[in-house]
């Protein structure tokens, strides 16, 4: 089963606008982490945002937000004010540990972003 | 944020040689770096977890004595494709993860810029 999940293979946005990206995510641990990545064409894996399983504000860093959502095991991006220079694929990353308890990051599928002037 | 360097970012080889792709963290010691391989418009996919100093963690699936990893210092990892094949063609990228420190140090989310390997 799918332990993250991105339901948007593709959005559009207009310019200016705000974008929510959707991830939902299953884990039995207590403890845990979730990240966002912007990956633009060129292939580099860009970190925009972090949230911990213990934070209880949202966590916030420039015009990206993430809405976690605990109970609903939810923890979308939000990018507000939308600029050409988004457009890219999105993955959303959550960190547990596995059998061995070792720590490694579990992704979605992704979502393509295009920011339409 | 840290900064994760990895060298080369692009490489084209002949079929049956073997090529060395660099992971380097430049501002703080990294005791566990992770190598991904990711194929055209799919997500990332873990192959080994190295830990400074002792050997590679495999994950399912990954040939060992085809992708060898070293890491033998706190600020460097290598991953050597051997005998490399027109199948090992793909986008490798490597991060980091510091210990001992606070906030996203500790982490995984800082990453390389990746290698596009083709095989020819």
């Known amino acids: 089963a799918q332990k993250i999940t991105q339901t948007q293979p593709g959005m559009f946005v207009q310019e200016k606008e705000a974008v929510t990206l959707d991830c939902t995510y299953d884990?039995?641990?207590?403890?845990?982490?979730l990240f966002w990545y912007k990956q633009p064409s060129s292939g580099e894996m860009i970190f925009l945002i972090y949230q911990g399983s213990y934070d209880e504000q949202n966590a916030t860093e420039g015009r990206y937000s993430l809405n976690f959502q605990k109970a609903r095991k939810s923890a979308n991006l939000v990018i507000s004010a939308s600029q050409l220079g988004d457009s890219a694929m999105y993955f959303c990353a959550m960190r547990e540990r596995d059998a061995g308890n070792n720590r490694k990051l579990i992704w979605g599928l992704g979502t393509s972003l295009a920011v339409n002037p | 944020g840290a900064v994760v360097s990895q060298h080369p970012s692009w490489v084209i080889c002949k079929s049956g040689t073997s090529v060395k792709i660099e992971c380097r963290s430049l501002d703080f010691q990294a005791t566990t770096m992770f190598w991904y391989r990711q194929f055209p418009k799919q997500s990332l996919m873990l192959m080994a977890t190295s830990n400074e100093g002792s050997k590679a963690t495999y994950e399912q699936g990954v040939e060992k004595d085809k992708f060898l990893i070293n890491h033998a210092s706190l600020t460097l990892s290598t991953l050597t494709v051997t005998s490399a094949h027109p199948e090992d063609s793909s986008f490798y990228i490597c991060?980091?993860?510091?210990?001992?420190?606070?906030?996203?140090?500790?982490?995984?989310?800082?990453f390389g810029q990746g290698t596009r390997l083709t095989v020819v």
């Open positions: 991060s980091a993860r510091g210990s001992g420190a606070l906030g996203l140090m500790n982490t995984e989310a800082f």
């Open positions: 884990t039995s641990d207590q403890s845990y982490g």
